[in-house]
């Protein structure tokens, strides 16, 4: 069976991350989150897989190529052009995507799945996959129910008693949604539902096709379905995203590694001295960090691999890519350390190295300016504080 992966965004939701990151290859835990889509498909018998790639195009094929270790037959449509010599991206929209491969040769000749490329879902498929074909639907959107106070932040799906959706809400105001059950960016689609695709444009499923539909009276339904769902949208959902992994929450995602201790995994070759560090889990530490004496790590939280933790330093309640220094006494407290930047969990982003601070987190391949001690103390409590 055949399905697609929405993989050409820019991510500008996700910044700094992004910026050389697609969000398909975003690490959950040191694993890319399509990595999950593609075993999710895999069981549920779909080994056929195109991906639409834009942004950063050639880091996801040259991360997936063929899908050969992944059990899966995978192609990419690329979305844009060359200039000056340079691949610049330029996204066709989800349904645009679609139709460009169906023109370029009909792929589409059976009921397929689309899925968006930045979420960890549990969803079964099969059973998704049934009740699509029984209700004799060109196009089915799976939906989730959520709190009604929560309505305002997605795309809201209104149907009629039989689940045949009437119309779309972006993001309504909880007076005003006629729904509880939200767009997780899950479809089904039947080659037929491609004939209402322009060629040659820039076109949206949600905000384009799907609004088609609804006017044209097209057999398109929505399927309710109780699973587990979790958008990486923007950088507070990736934070929340490991911290659920840690924590037990998200269940199919195990943490790598090795316990070490109640709750405390690291990959290969830590370097720390574990009687004079303070460490509480759940935390993972990557392979080939340094923890020098006097640190403290508070979970959840996740230390890439070759990173460096200074004497003194805390880190609580964040998550630390690789190659990061923090530097002595510092203090990280609900953080995202991304490169350059530190985000918090609102995504407000400081640039350390543009604010002349990168001797408080730098590169830990490199050795940092030196300071005085007091002073490096105190701008790093007044930085890193809670």
């Known amino acids: 069976m055949k399905a697609m992966i929405l993989a050409a965004g820019k991510g500008t939701r996700v910044r700094p991350i992004t910026y050389t990151i697609p969000k398909p290859l975003i690490p959950i835990l040191q694993k890319p989150v399509m990595e999950f889509l593609l075993e999710l498909l895999r069981k549920h018998g779909f080994d056929e897989v195109m991906v639409n790639v834009s942004h950063l195009a050639h880091e996801i094929e040259s991360y997936f190529r063929d899908g050969q270790r992944f ?10 052009r060359i200039v000056d010599g340079q691949l610049v991206g330029e996204a066709l929209g989800s349904a645009g995507g679609i139709r460009r491969i169906q023109d370029f040769n009909k792929f589409f000749d059976d009921t397929f799945v689309v899925l968006c490329g930045d979420a960890l879902i549990d969803l079964d498929l099969t059973e998704a996959l049934k009740q699509h074909k029984e209700k004799g639907a060109i196009a089915t959107v799976i939906t989730k129910e959520v709190p009604k106070e929560k309505v305002s932040s997605y795309g809201v799906v209104v149907t009629d008693e039989n689940n045949r959706i009437t119309a779309f809400q972006e993001k309504p105001s909880v007076e005003e949604a006629l729904s509880t059950q939200i767009n997780t960016g899950i479809y089904i689609l039947e080659p037929e539902a491609i004939a209402y695709i322009p060629s040659g444009q820039v076109y949206d499923l949600g905000s384009d096709l799907f609004p088609k539909l609804v006017e044209r009276g097209a057999p398109f339904y929505s399927v309710p379905m109780n699973f587990q769902w979790v958008d990486i949208g923007k950088v507070p959902d990736y934070w929340h995203a490991v911290r659920g992994v840690l924590l037990g929450e998200i269940k199919n995602v195990e ?18 001295n574990w009687d004079k560090v303070n460490i509480t889990g759940p935390v993972y530490i990557g392979g080939m960090t340094r923890i020098e004496d006097g640190a403290n790590i508070i979970g959840p939280a996740m230390i890439g691999p070759n990173c460096w933790i200074c004497s003194g330093a805390t880190v609580k309640n964040s998550v630390i890519f690789e190659y990061s220094r923090l530097g002595p006494k ?19 982003t400081i640039d350390v190295q543009a604010a002349a601070l990168d001797w408080l987190i730098t590169d830990s391949r490199q050795t940092p300016p030196k300071f005085e001690l007091e002073e490096q103390e105190a701008i790093a409590q007044l930085l890193m504080g809670e």
């Open 255 to 272: 943490i790598p590694g090795k316990e070490v201790a109640p709750g405390v995994y690291t990959g290969l070759n830590v370097a720390v």
């Open 71 to 80: 059990g899966v037959d995978i192609a990419y449509s690329f979305e844009g």
């Open 330 to 348: 510092v203090r990280l407290v609900d953080k995202l350390v991304f490169g350059r930047y530190c985000v918090d969990k609102t995504g407000t």
